[in-house]
């Protein structure tokens, strides 16, 4: 049973425009949300994290807006680049399983065009 | 900088052989991971660790084991390779802050 739902599982964008990823999901235990960036040939990296007592949460032209009670959770990438173009998952864990175990999305492939 | 170093970023192994993946960090973290990562699967938890010889089964630990005897490295063992564990491995730690993961670089493995 997936725990995380993330669409769409592809997205071109032209440079410029906004991206907007979505993430869904079930466990009402879960407290964090981070969303991982990863480029070809190399691990996920944290890109940006949020808890569920703000509903948004801005680091440069990355963005997470957070809906508790849609049990939703989205990123926005502004003025998208060329340099952008990865693979995105979404995230959650629960403080209360302990030990940071992530569940992850099943990912999104950005591709933003010149 | 803070780094997990996966040994090997790609091998071919044969059906039935015994496969160990290396990963070592150098932050000092008391958690360490392993997902698989496949095409519309994501990144799925096969095990982790919190402590010292302490491991946890993850959502798909079947066919798998590991290995953690000292703090920095934590080994992934397949016990008898299948053509269906060909995968994308990776290996992550992190602290108790909830800083988030560090992922190693990937391990590309093909059983043939």
């Known amino acids: 049973q997936q725990q995380v739902k993330q669409s769409p599982q592809s997205l071109i964008v032209q440079k410029g425009g906004i991206s907007i990823i979505n993430c869904a999901y079930e466990n009402t235990a879960f407290d964090y949300f981070p969303w991982y960036q990863q480029f070809p040939g190399k691990g996920p990296a944290l890109l940006i994290a949020?808890?569920?007592?703000?509903s948004e949460k801005k680091e440069g032209r990355f963005t997470i807006s957070f809906n508790k009670s849609a049990k939703q959770f989205s990123l926005h990438i502004m003025d998208s680049q060329p340099g952008d173009s990865a693979t995105y998952f979404c995230?959650?864990?629960?403080?209360?399983?302990?030990?940071?175990?992530?569940?992850f999305g099943t990912g999104t492939r950005l591709l933003v065009s010149p | 900088d803070v780094k997990v170093t996966q040994s090997s970023r790609y091998l071919v192994k044969r059906t039935g052989e015994k496969v160990f993946l290396e990963c070592v960090q150098d932050?000092?973290?008391?958690?360490m991971f392993w997902y698989r990562q496949d095409p519309g699967l994501g990144l799925r938890l096969i095990y982790f660790s919190y402590d010292v010889k302490m491991k946890e089964k993850g959502d798909i630990p079947e066919g798998y084991s590991v290995s953690r005897e000292k703090k920095e490295r934590f080994s992934l063992i397949l016990e008898s390779a299948s053509t269906n564990q060909t995968s994308m491995y990776l290996c992550a730690s992190s602290s108790p802050d909830r800083a988030g993961y560090t992922f190693g670089s990937g391990t590309r493995l093909t059983v043939v």
């Open positions: 949020i808890r569920p007592d703000v």
């Open positions: 932050m000092d973290h008391e958690n």
């Open positions: 995230a959650a864990s629960s403080e209360r399983t302990g030990f940071q175990k992530l569940v």
